[in-house]
């Protein structure tokens, strides 16, 4: 059983090269080899436009999502079934294969039947003889899938937690040393549901902002945190009433508590060293009406999205975000708070974000955990005496988080831990807390906040 499965590339034929329109079952197969490419789901289903109507959008994105959740699992079912081996195939008989296994186990609205014939037909236009295969083998994935997939659930072991749940097994096995057997299963169960819409209501929100919201199709129900808002399901926020107005942002539960946190100290500056697309940024800004708030990222596109954001929300006046290093820029003026939301292995909203658990490697865990450590350690540099830095990440990786921590505290004596709000919860890690994804509003998120 693979814990890794590779990523392979399939090159689409000249037709599909077109902008012409697309059905369900062909866009979901062009949102995988988007993300075979490297491509996010989300991203690559923007991407699409008009080009697929909006039942079609529906169907690729839940098939997309699905493969791509489990993929370690489609793979073991491929490989169970694809004989006698799936290299022996062609690139669009084992994709095609690999798609199905997802639909005909996940998609419970979808007809079998309708699944295969179109798999068949998108195969056919591209090996005509691994059209039949691909008929045969989702057959016999239809009629023997359930009996494989129940051995797996009985038989109590971590590997095939992970497969049944879409977690590296490599991941799992550090779960399981960080938190301990118990909690470690917890933490990979937890990994195999989806994830649906929390919104932050902005200080300015019409009172009726639900009921506009259930105007237009929605399931809305209320959040713990009052300047939450749940949805039932996912949905395009910028489809949703008020977005335009900067009544609201998508945000999780997490990632609004991490901001509330941060938002809570005393002086009049904030550094975001690490803003993104600016959704923290935006919610301190909303939250502290009497500071200045100077946003950091690397990356132009991200940057220009988050000045965007600050317009969508009124805060372009208090609010200045910058293009560069966070180990090299300067700060306008010295911060009385940084945040750092240090770039991470995504390890907590894998539910929402799939792609990056496959990409994920050890070594490429130790060369993220230098990063942070060094984007700390710069934080404390940089912050005033007696000021506050706030570290997190959506990790539920120790090697990221309390690791992190523990070593840049030994680097830099004059800072000491402080505690956290009560509000955030979660588990004690010794150094810092963590909130695991429990429901489908929270992302699993890492806290930690020093004083110098």
């Known amino acids: 059983m693979s814990s890794r499965p590779k990523l392979s590339k399939i090159k689409p034929p000249a037709a599909e090269r077109t902008s012409a329109p697309m059905r369900g079952v062909e866009a979901a197969m062009y949102l995988w080899r988007q993300v075979s490419k490297g491509g996010i789901v989300s991203e690559s289903l923007r991407a699409l436009g008009d080009r697929v109507s909006p039942p079609d959008r529906t169907l690729a994105a839940s098939l997309a999502y699905a493969l791509v959740r489990r993929l370690s699992l489609w793979e073991h079912l491929r490989e169970r079934f694809l004989l006698p ?139 713990p945190l009052p300047e939450g808002l749940r949805l039932a399901d996912t949905a395009l926020p910028s489809a949703l009433p008020g977005y335009g107005e900067g009544w609201f942002a998508p945000q999780s539960e997490s990632s609004i508590l991490v901001g509330t946190e941060a938002a809570d100290f005393e002086g009049t500056r904030l550094l975001d060293m690490c803003a993104g697309r600016g959704v923290k940024t935006g919610q301190i800004a909303q939250l502290r009406p009497d500071i200045a708030v100077e946003g950091w990222d690397l990356s132009k596109g991200r940057v220009a999205a988050g000045v965007r954001e600050m317009e969508r929300l009124k805060l372009s006046g208090r609010v200045v975000m910058r293009t560069g290093s966070a180990l090299e820029l300067e700060p306008l003026a010295a911060p009385d708070a940084i945040l750092v939301d240090a770039p991470c292995s995504g390890s907590g909203t894998w539910r929402r974000h799939p792609e990056g658990k496959w990409r994920l490697s050890p070594e490429s865990l130790t060369e993220l955990a230098e990063l942070q450590y060094r984007l700390l350690c710069r934080a404390f540099s940089l912050v005033k005496k007696g000021g506050k830095v706030v570290y997190s990440t959506c990790s539920l990786l120790a090697a990221e988080n309390e690791e992190v921590v523990e070593k840049a505290l030994r680097a830099f004596p004059e800072i000491s831990e402080r505690p956290l709000s009560a509000d955030f919860g979660g588990i004690d890690r010794g150094r810092g807390r963590v909130l695991t994804p429990e429901n489908p509003w929270t992302d699993g998120f890492y806290l930690a906040a020093f004083s110098k």
């Open 85 to 223: 081996r799936p290299e022996k195939f062609s690139k669009p008989v084992r994709a095609a294969v690999l798609t199905g296994a997802a639909g005909l186990t996940e998609l419970e609205k979808f007809a079998p039947a309708v699944l295969i014939s179109s798999l068949i037909e998108w195969t056919k236009a591209r090996d005509p003889r691994g059209a039949r295969v691909v008929n045969a083998v989702l057959r016999r994935v239809l009629e023997e899938g359930p009996a494989e997939l129940a051995r797996l659930r009985n038989d109590g072991r971590l590997d095939s937690l992970c497969l049944l749940s879409g977690v590296p097994l490599w991941v799992g096995e550090r779960w399981r040393r960080d938190y301990g057997a118990d909690e470690g299963r917890r933490l990979v169960e937890q990994n195999a549901g989806g994830s649906s819409l929390s919104l932050r209501l902005s200080p300015g929100a019409p009172r009726d902002l639900p009921q506009r919201l259930e105007e237009a199709g929605q399931i809305v129900a209320e959040s």
